[in-house]
């Protein structure tokens, strides 16, 4: 049961990670998030994904991988919701 060697988690994204991966999503929003009849097939956001992270990794304190990717924008946008939430209310 005991591990050889313990799992480390990855370094938190930094600053320049964080914008570049912004401003390529932002840059391929249409494609990756469209809905409707119009939209892209997941092959097509695979490789989108794909050529992100290949944008993002120069940058990068370690590699990232594509879920890496993901994870780090559902909670980018996530944060900006609950601000502007917390905004409105006036809290």
Request: one cysteine or more.
């Amino acid at each position: 049961m005991a591990e050889d060697s313990p799992k480390r988690r990855k370094a938190n994204f930094n600053e320049a990670e964080t914008e570049v991966l912004i401003e390529q999503v932002l840059k391929h929003e249409q494609l990756l998030f469209a809905a409707g009849p119009g939209r892209a097939s997941a092959g097509q956001k695979r490789k989108v994904w794909e050529l992100i992270r290949h944008k993002v990794n120069p940058v990068a304190a370690c590699p990232r991988d594509v879920e890496d990717l993901k994870k780090r924008w559902r909670d980018l946008k996530r944060r900006d919701r609950s601000k502007l939430c917390r905004l409105s209310q006036g809290c």
